[in-house]
């Protein structure tokens, strides 16, 4: 049975007669199919390691082990693969590896996946190709040196002779395979598709309604579920009366899951669930319960008092995380003290797509299909939550309807699980938009309270951060009021500016909603109160802002915290001495951006400049936004130029969906954005 030339349409239509299928995947059309072909025929196929395999008939299938949500891992990761082996990308299927520690990490989230695979999955092809080289050679009887694989087939330089790679792959079958590390790579000159625009694989079965997403998913017998919730972190029922929601037709029954309690981790919220035959029975009947909570712990939060702790520890004394000089008397001896106060309220990751997935069981034996950004994270969250072994759990990844660090957390799919187990069939849990609001693993709030000290010259001496924020860690410990080493790496002790007086320090602050990782995570407070705070003290010295950026810069250099006392820096994951704070990147793209958006060119009324300039992820950003102002007041946003400084680049056309998505990401912050008023009820 092939599987590849289905329909989504059609699937979503037939799947019901279906009733002899059961999917062990889902599925998709095309050269993009998430499955393996069920090939009818035992033709011999080359298989040198887990991420490439050709078949006779020339075939390329490369696994793609990280999971897509429109960032174009599925992408850009195979074509590292495709370029080395010299497979013609017409040629070349992308099948997704289901969650399973033997393909390594596949946790798609922290912006690495081309970082920390762009050197081995370069190896995966190389090595195919070696021995698609080393089969042509014993073929023609001739040195392997003499051969050269190009566009999917191996030339014989000398003569030209020409065999393509289905034609060697019995031979190739035979050979031993080389380890990746003796393997020659290719020169960058030599680069077929690396560097260049690719369009992502999956684009013409996203745009004719093909692609299969979490909330896609379907298998015979399959029921729906409506969960709800305690509106209150670790509240839980403490009665409920579900006779109104059984007399919606369609609703099956109503079952509890057991309340999330502390740590909040990857738990399931738990609550009262309606078991339907289809979603919107499941969605009425859960209006219709009854429920009594028991609010718990978190009754008493509400933004308005928070928000006033938060600014007032901010201007209290907290734990310092980098200190030079002596910012005190720096201060005191000022010819002008600046200070300001930045507000970041929740935010909620609101991705297209809420969290949703299909959960059965076969035995003590669970498959489950979901959006997941990890899989093995996702593994393990279940098998503690089962009780059962990790590899007793079989999780496919589906394409993500966005994800933004939302659908690293496996959550969603522990409630699908335990309510399969709980109904004793399969079921289809789906979070309404609501629930994604209510529910999710908010970005942190934060207070940030900066000072700085300039001389007669207006020249900044002294700079003083103080960072407040309900902490990521207070989801895996709940007693954590301190920042983790990861948030103080992003944008707050890595400050890149020249200042000979600098104080940095974090205070505490207690959680009391789940807090996730949003994308850029802390950056995105640290970069805005940094940023806007260089802007006020341009202000204050009567300088250009560009100037005055620049100015703060400093010469060119590589950033050393561990000689400022900065311990164990985490520098997005990597060493340090690979990836140095190299101030001169960030200068640099400031220049660039400040000379693309015509910085300095006449405005009319009511417009203005303002620019920004930060390292994230191991990238350099500057972004420059023109606003404008109309005598209502209305403020409108008529172009944004933004230039990065990534280093090595795969796929540009990638680059600059990305750069293009966090620009209307950050631009449109009242659909992120959460105020929770009392409790999270609102």
Not at 594 to 605: I, Q, V
Not at 662 to 674: I, K, N, Y
Request: aromatic share 8%.
């Amino acid at each position: 049975m092939r599987i590849d030339n289905i329909s989504r349409r059609g699937v979503l239509k037939g799947i019901a007669g279906l009733s002899g299928l059961v999917l062990s995947g889902y599925l998709t059309p095309g050269r993009s199919a998430f499955m393996a072909d069920a090939e009818a025929a035992a033709d011999a196929v080359l298989e040198p390691n887990l991420f490439v395999s050709i078949a006779e008939d020339g075939t390329v299938t490369i696994v793609a082990h990280r999971s897509e949500m429109g960032q174009g891992a599925r992408t850009s990761l195979p074509m590292l693969v495709a370029d080395e082996l010299e497979a013609d990308w017409n040629r070349v299927k992308i099948t997704q590896a289901p969650g399973d520690p033997k393909y390594g990490s596949q946790n798609t989230d922290g912006s690495r996946s081309i970082r920390r695979h762009y050197i081995s999955m370069r190896q995966m092809g190389a090595v195919a190709r070696h021995m698609l080289e080393a089969a042509a050679a014993q073929e023609w009887g001739v040195d392997a040196s003499e051969c050269e694989a190009r566009n999917h087939e191996v030339v014989h330089k000398s003569s030209g002779k020409k065999i393509g790679f289905g034609a060697l792959v019995k031979t190739a079958s035979t050979l031993p395979v080389p380890k990746p590390e003796d393997v020659k790579l290719k020169d960058p000159k030599q680069f077929r598709y690396i560097g260049k625009d690719m369009q992502i694989v999956d684009m013409d079965d996203i745009t004719h309604g093909r692609a299969i997403y979490g909330i896609d998913v379907v298998v015979p017998g399959m029921k729906y579920v409506s969960l709800e919730r305690c509106p209150v972190l670790f509240g839980k029922p403490k009665s409920y009366d579900a006779s109104a929601a059984l007399a919606v037709p369609g609703v099956e029954k109503v079952v509890e899951i057991p309340s999330i309690t502390p740590p909040a981790a990857f738990k399931a919220w738990g609550g009262i669930a309606v078991v339907a035959s289809n979603t919107w029975a499941a969605q009425e009947g859960r209006k219709k319960l009854k429920i009594e909570w028991d609010l718990g712990p978190n009754a008493s939060y509400d933004t308005p008092s928070y928000k006033t702790a938060l600014i007032e520890t901010s201007h209290k004394d907290g734990h310092v995380m980098r200190k030079e000089g002596d910012v005190g008397k720096a201060l005191e001896g000022a010819a002008k003290v600046i200070e300001a106060d930045y507000y970041i309220p929740h935010a909620s990751h609101a991705q297209m797509e809420p969290p949703c997935a299909v959960a059965q069981f076969e035995g003590d034996k669970l498959e489950i299909w979901g959006p997941t950004q990890r899989p093995q994270a996702a593994r393990k969250a279940l098998a503690g939550a089962l009780g059962i072994p990790e590899e007793n759990i079989t999780v496919h990844i589906t394409l993500l309807g966005g994800g933004f660090g939302r659908k690293s957390k496996a959550d969603f799919m522990v409630e699908a699980a335990l309510l399969a187990r709980e109904v004793g069939a399969p079921v289809k849990l789906t979070w309404s938009r609501e629930d994604d609001m209510r529910h999710g693993y908010y970005h942190s709030v934060s207070a940030q309270y900066l000072k700085a000290g300039l001389d007669d010259n207006g020249k900044t001496t002294s700079w003083m951060h103080r960072t407040v924020f309900p902490s990521i860690g207070a989801t895996f410990n709940a007693e954590t009021k301190k920042a983790i080493g990861v948030e103080m790496g992003m944008g707050f002790v890595d400050v890149p500016f020249d200042i000979p007086n600098i104080l940095l320090e974090n205070g505490e602050a207690e959680a009391h909603v789940r807090i996730g990782w949003v994308r850029s995570v802390a950056n995105i407070y640290h970069a805005f109160a940094g940023s806007s705070f260089a802007d006020e003290l341009a202000h204050a010295a009567g300088k250009d802002p560009v100037e005055y950026l620049l100015e703060l810069m400093g010469e060119p250099r590589i950033l050393d915290l561990a000689a400022v006392g900065v311990e164990k820096y985490w520098n997005y994951g990597d060493p340090v001495d690979k990836y140095p704070i190299q101030t001169g990147r960030l200068s640099n793209v400031i220049k660039v951006a400040a000379e693309k958006s015509g910085w300095g060119r006449k405005l009319p009324p009511g417009h203005g400049l303002g620019i920004a300039a930060h390292r994230s992820f191991l990238s350099y950003v500057a972004s420059v936004v023109e606003v404008a102002v109309s005598d209502s007041g209305e403020l409108t946003i008529p172009r944004v130029d933004m230039v990065m400084d990534c280093g090595i680049y795969v796929n540009p056309d990638r680059i600059r969906s990305q750069l293009e998505g966090a620009r209307g990401l950050r631009l449109e912050p009242s659909a992120l954005r959460r105020d929770h008023g009392q409790a999270g009820r609102d």
